[in-house]
Antibody, heavy 117, light 106 residues
């Protein structure tokens, strides 16, 4: 079964760092495009980052320079290193699989990040 | 960056109604336009990709179309389980922006 399971969310103070993980099963992370999408409380979806199968990485302006997407092929896991966290980064963070031509067809259950003092 | 303008932000409809949601891109995105359904507290679900291609397992009452930079999601006969939020997303160029969303209510 194709599945994504996120972990690593929690309550963190402004300026702090957090690393999210997204463990994949049923497919190979390194062979696919993998994204992070977030949703602030009561708000819409915001795409934040993608790593292509060829390793190219892209970020939304709102997180560029603060967040880093990466993957560990041996663990078949996607990561999202978040630094210099702000209150406006508070959201449910989803990882998702999918290429530019096929849409995001597999999603994790989401992990909640709360940035507050 | 490509901006996606989705409308309406909400609509009221009844079971059996035909419902149309529109997204307009700020520039040409070819057909790299996807539609998602999201229910409260759940992850989004892919409905349509490539503007008009139905994702496997999605009921045929959902359809997508395109005309230039305007894209439309149509639900031909609204069912009780379709009351939800819907989002468009362009994947023509990064950042892969979403529309603001449409909430379909009873």
């Amino acid at each position: 079964e194709v599945q994504l399971v996120e972990s690593g969310g929690g309550l963190i103070q402004p300026g702090g760092s957090l690393r999210l993980s997204c463990a994949a099963s049923g497919f190979t992370v390194s062979s696919d495009y993998m994204s992070w999408v977030r949703q602030a409380p009561g708000k819409g979806l915001e795409w934040v980052s993608v790593i292509y199968s060829d390793g190219n990485k892209y970020y939304a302006d709102s997180v560029k320079g603060r967040f880093t997407i990466s993957r560990d092929n041996s663990k078949n896991t996607l990561y999202f290193q978040m630094s210099s966290l702000r209150a406006e980064d508070t959201a449910v963070y989803y990882c998702a699989r999918g290429a530019y031509y096929s849409g995001l067809d597999v999603w994790g259950q989401g992990t909640t990040v709360s940035v507050s003092s | 960056d490509v901006q996606m303008t989705q409308s309406p932000s909400s609509l009221s409809a009844s079971v059996g109604d035909r419902v149309t949601i529109t997204c307009r891109a700020s520039q040409s995105i070819n057909s790299y336009l996807n539609w998602y359904q999201q229910k409260p507290g759940k992850a989004p679900k892919l409905l349509i990709y490539g503007a008009s291609r139905l994702q496997s397992g999605v009921p045929s009452r959902f359809s997508g179309s395109a005309s230039g930079t305007d894209f439309t999601l149509t639900i031909s006969s609204l069912q009780p389980e379709d009351f939800s939020s819907y989002y468009c997303q362009q994947t023509y160029s990064a950042p892969w922006t979403f529309g603001q969303g449409t909430k379909v209510e009873i």
